[in-house]
T-cell receptor, first 116, second 114 residues
Framework: DTGVSQDPRHKITKRGQNVTFRCDPI?????LYWYRQTLGQGPEFLTY????????KSRLLSDRFSAERPKGSFSTLEIQRTEQGDSAMYLC??????????????FGPGTRLTVL | QKEVEQNSGPLSVPEGAIASLNCTYS??????FFWYRQYSGKSPELIMS????GDKEDGRFTAQLNKASQYVSLLIRDSQPSDSATYLC??????????????FGQGTILTVHP
């Protein structure tokens, strides 16, 4: 399977704990995005990487959230001191920046986070 | 006004009928438009993309774009029960400082009943 992969698929944690999610994009894609989706809503943009550089971060993103993409390959999203409001599906997507691309993004299966 | 708005659902159609899903957007510089299908508990799956005014057909799906009216729609012909899902409209603009992030509507739930 050469699609976007995410790990873990489900995470249950207690309030105040730290969690980290991993995303492996499609191998030839240099753009990587993180989104968050809550029930009944469309995905909401969190942050964007082109290769290893984090070029955009949502103003809605708390300082408790941090993301990295070392070496421009996989990416991690860490949430520190989790709160119940962080419970959501965290989605990773990747796309190509080739001239022929119009920005189609392909999503991974997501990580469902539940904060107790 | 929300950046991307979809017609409120849920939408229920009989099997074999045409399902029509609508979306409007507020950012006039939006360049690319996408329809994603999302089954319950799953992640969004890209089913159509459109960049130019007019119609684009792919199998039973037709996307329509009208940039002057800031309107994009998705038609599903010969609807099947397997088409029952939430359909998400998404827009982006490339270049500048947007970096191609997608802005989504809230989604329209489609139910196709036998």
């Amino acid at each position: 399977d050469t699609g976007v992969s995410q790990d873990p698929r489900h995470k249950i944690t207690k309030r105040g704990q730290n969690v980290t999610f991993r995303c492996d994009p499609i191998s030839e894609h240099n753009r990587l995005y993180w989104y968050r989706q809550t029930l009944g809503q469309g995905p909401e943009f969190l942050t964007y990487f082109q290769n290893e550089a984090q070029l955009e971060k949502s103003r809605l993103l708390s300082d408790r959230f941090s993301a990295e993409r070392p070496k421009g390959s996989f990416s991690t999203l860490e949430i520190q001191r989790t709160e119940q409001g962080d419970s959501a599906m965290y989605l990773c997507a990747s796309s190509s920046s080739r001239v022929t691309s119009y920005g189609e993004q392909f999503f991974g299966p997501g990580t469902r986070l539940t904060v107790l | 006004q929300k950046e991307v708005e979809q017609n409120s659902g849920p939408l229920s159609v009989p099997e074999g009928a045409i399902a029509s899903l609508n979306c409007t957007y507020s950012d006039r510089v939006s360049q690319s438009f996408f329809w994603y299908r999302q089954y319950s508990g799953k992640s969004p799956e890209l089913i159509m993309s459109i960049y130019s005014n007019g119609d684009k057909e792919d199998g039973r799906f037709t996307a329509q774009l009208n940039k002057a009216s800031q309107y994009v729609s998705l038609l599903i012909r010969d609807s099947q029960p397997s088409d029952s899902a939430t359909y998400l409209c998404a827009v982006n603009r490339l270049g500048g400082t947007s970096y191609g992030k997608l802005t989504f509507g809230q989604g329209t739930i489609l139910t196709v009943h036998p």
